[in-house]
């Protein structure tokens, strides 16, 4: 039926959301440098060295995950054209099939009761499928709606998470970078990099832990739709039915006898 949810068009919005998340892992899991085995100026420059590597890795998986949640941003909108051109092609074919229902009626209508009983059935008839389609196209409106505040909330939480990892790495890297400058020993200003950068990721952990999970903005706006669609399907049944009827009572009605002359 028209007023089910596409399962897939569903994942497909959980598989952009999850994108978006694949940048926490992917930081997460990256290690900082090794502790610099040698002293002096030597240690602090090979020290330095892995961690700009580190940094450029780090750099380059986030724009990775970001070009692949572009692609399925750009896939979910296609989706989206492709679903309501289906949905209007669908709806002129029934314009059509309904429009060619009303001509065999009036065809079959012998008397005038008949044809005025044809008129008020196409009437009940087009104002329940208006009505329908009203109320389906609000539903879907509020459904996409929703589903682009969920993307933008989830990805503002999940950037503002990671700006913020990105910030305390470079300060810490900074900081080494001057540290060394100044002479510090390699193993000193290695092991500040990492504590810094440790503190960092558990921050990053905690941070990303404590956005709502995917399934709790999605869920209530599914499910939102299918009952709103449900409705309006079950609103204009029952409209159907009731203009079928009329229209059977005014076709099985006696023929009045005609005026005496």
Request: contains cysteine; glycine residues 4%.
């Amino acid at each position: 039926p028209m007023y089910q949810v596409n399962s897939k068009l569903v994942r497909g919005v959980v598989a952009v959301l999850l994108t978006v998340s694949a940048v926490m892992p992917i930081i997460v899991l990256a290690q900082t440098p090794p502790p610099a085995a040698a002293g002096g100026a030597a240690g602090c420059t090979r020290f330095l060295n892995n961690a700009e590597r580190l940094q450029i890795r780090t750099n380059e998986r986030r724009a990775r995950v970001d070009a692949r949640k572009t692609e399925r941003e750009q896939r979910l909108g296609e989706r989206r054209v492709e679903r309501t051109e289906k949905r209007t092609d669908h709806r002129e074919k029934w314009d059509a099939n309904r429009t060619e229902h009303y001509a065999k009626l009036t065809a079959r209508a012998g008397t005038d009761a008949h044809k005025r009983a044809v008129v008020d059935f196409q009437v009940a008839v087009e104002a329940a499928v208006a009505a329908r389609k009203t109320a389906v196209d609000a539903a879907i409106a509020t459904y996409r709606a929703g589903i682009d505040q969920v993307i933008a909330s989830y990805k503002s939480k999940r950037e503002t998470a990671v700006n913020a990892y990105q910030f305390s790495f470079d300060a810490a890297f900074a900081k080494a970078k001057e540290d060394c400058a100044a002479g510090l020993a390699s193993k000193t200003v290695s092991e500040a990099f990492r504590a810094s950068v440790k503190a960092a990721q558990g921050k990053l952990k905690v941070d990303i832990q404590a956005i709502e999970k995917i399934s709790d903005g999605v869920k209530p706006l599914v499910d939102a739709r299918v009952a709103a669609v449900k409705i309006a399907h079950d609103t204009f049944k029952a409209a159907m039915e009731k203009a079928r009827a009329n229209l059977k009572a005014a076709f099985l009605s006696p023929t009045p006898p005609p005026p005496a002359s």
